[in-house]
Each structure stands twice: as structure tokens, then as C-alpha cells.
């Protein structure tokens, strides 16, 4: 795939040269870059670079004074972790985003933060707990209208559900699928 070529070019030297470059700038500047560097980085499956870069945004838009994009950014730091065997860190960044999150006011992020809370507890097999966390991840990505996140915990749900033994998680995957066919 030409995309993924793309991406593959050196991520973590060329993202390192924007980041250094980007010094001088205020420190929400420098924090979107570094949300763009993980990003790609995720791309190309670098998942140390993936979460250095967004535990460097995570203190930048501290430092800005953004509890959202705060938040935001340790509820993204999870992936990687995880992705990079370190389910125990990816639990305490989801947590540490769900914690600030709910100081908030509902948004999009606060919804991340719970299907990954959930996935974490269904990859060690506290299928009760995925459940939960899905299912309240599910009610606030409906209210907020974010299909995205929806998708994500019907799937940790229903996936989640069939390992326990309980049929009924087919029709979560179903709405997943329908999401997502929806979606394009």
C-alpha cells in the first residue's frame, strides 16, 4: 500500500526534526505536533515513539492550561501501551483520562476513555467489568452522537459478551457492523 509507504519514511527521525524545530513555539503548538507525530507513528506500528510522543503532549497541553486536550491525550496514550504490551501503563493512562475527564463537561474524549477501560478489562478476561464500561461508553457515544466510539464499544461489548458464553453480544457486534457499513 503506497499510503502506508508513506508513513513508513523515517517517522521517528523526521517527527524528532519537526519536534525539536518546534521549540520556540508556544507550548499548545508544540503539543499538536507531537499529537501528529503519534499519530504517525501509530501508522507504522512504532509503538515506543507513538506513546513518548503522546506523553509529551500530555505535558504540553498541561502546560497550556488544557485539561481537555489533557485528558484527550492520556485517554490516546493507552493504545500504544497496549499495543506495546504494557497493559498495566494503558490502564492507568485510561484511568488518569477517565479521572480528568469527568471533571468536565460530556465530550467525545470522556467516550474514549471507557471503551478502552473496557478493552483493557476484556483482554484480561474481567469480561463484568468490560461490560459495564462498555455499556456506559455506549449511552454517552450515543448522546454525544459519536458513531466512532460507539462502533468501538459495541465491538468490546458484544466481543466481551460471546467470551463469556452469552449470545446476546452477537447483536452488539451487529450494531458495530451496522455503524461502520453506515460510516462507509
Known sequence: DSTAGAHA???GLEGGRV???AESLPSAERARFAEAYAEECGIVDDNVEAAKARRQAVVLW?????PLKV???LAELAAPLVRGGENAAAEEAAARAVELL???P???????GDPVRAHLRMLDRDNAVAIRW????IGLARRLKDDATRAAAENVVGSAMVVDGKQDGRAHLERRKAIAEAAG
Open 71 to 73: 485528558g484527550e491525550n
Open 106 to 112: 460530556p465530550r467525545r474524549p470522556l467516550a474514549v
Open 134 to 137: 462498555g455499556r456506559k461508553a
Open 19 to 21: 519536534l525539536q524545530a
Open 102 to 104: 469527568e471533571t468536565l
Open 9 to 11: 519514511r523515517q517517522p
Open 62 to 66: 498541561r502546560q497550556a492550561g488544557d
